[in-house]
C-alpha cells in the first residue's frame, strides 16, 4: 500500500512523515528500584504546517500499581485480558518538537537526517535529544537535561524508535537516581488515527 504524505505536512519534515497519527498500545516499565509495570500509552504526532512535529504522550497504569510499586509476576505484561479502563493513574506526561536539523553533517549517511528534539515532563524536567531519522527508525540521546527541584534525578536517556511492519516499537533507557545507563521502558504501539 503507497504511503501518503499527511496534508499540509511541510517538506522539512517529511523524513517523520510516518511518525504522524495517533498510536495506542501497551508496554512495560522496570528500572532499578521500580517494579516490573505495565502501561498503556497514548502517542500523539500532529502538525500545523509549520516546520516540525509536535508530539504528546501519556503512560497510564493501573492504580495499584503507582500506589503501591506492585509486581506483575504471573501476569501478561501489556495487560492482556484487561481494558484500557483499568490503566486509570497516569505514570507520565510529554510534550514537545521534533525537528529536523537545517545543518547536515558531511559525514552522515545517505537516507539519513539529523534530528533535534525538545521534550517536556510534566514531572519537572525539560531535555533536548540530538539525533539521527531515517529508513523507519530514530535514534535519540539526550544532549542537555534540565530538571527542576523536585523532579526526578534523571541525568541523561536514549530513545529508539522504530517502524516495524506498520507498528511502532520503541524503547527508553535512563541514567538516572545515581545509577548508569539502563534499559527503563518499551512499548509497541498501533496506528488508530492517520491524523491528514
Known sequence: ????????????VYPLAWLVGRWTGAGVIKYEGIAETPFRQELVFDHDGGPYLRFA???RVRSAAAADGETTDGEAPDG???????????????TGYWRISSERPDDL?????ALEV????????????????????????TDFVARTSTAAEVTAAKRLYGN???RLLW??????????????????LDRVDGLS
Request: charged share 20%; aromatic share 8%; glycine share 16%.
Open 57 to 59: 504522550s501519556t503512560l
Open 171 to 188: 524503547l527508553e533507557e535512563l541514567a538516572a537516581f545515581g545509577h548508569p545507563m539502563g534499559s527503563y521502558a518499551s512499548g509497541e
Open 118 to 141: 525538545l521534550v517536556t515532563d510534566a514531572s519537572g524536567r525539560l531535555s533536548l535529544f540530538l539525533g539521527l531519522v531515517g529508513d523507519g527508525r530514530v535514534d535519540l540521546a
Open 1 to 12: 500500500m503507497p504511503f501518503a504524505f499527511p496534508e499540509g505536512l511541510a517538506p522539512e
Open 164 to 166: 516495524v511492519e506498520g
Open 109 to 113: 549517511p545517505e537516507g539519513k537526517h
Open 80 to 94: 492482556a485480558g484487561e481494558g484500557d479502563d483499568a490503566f486509570d493513574t497516569v505514570w507520565s506526561t510529554e
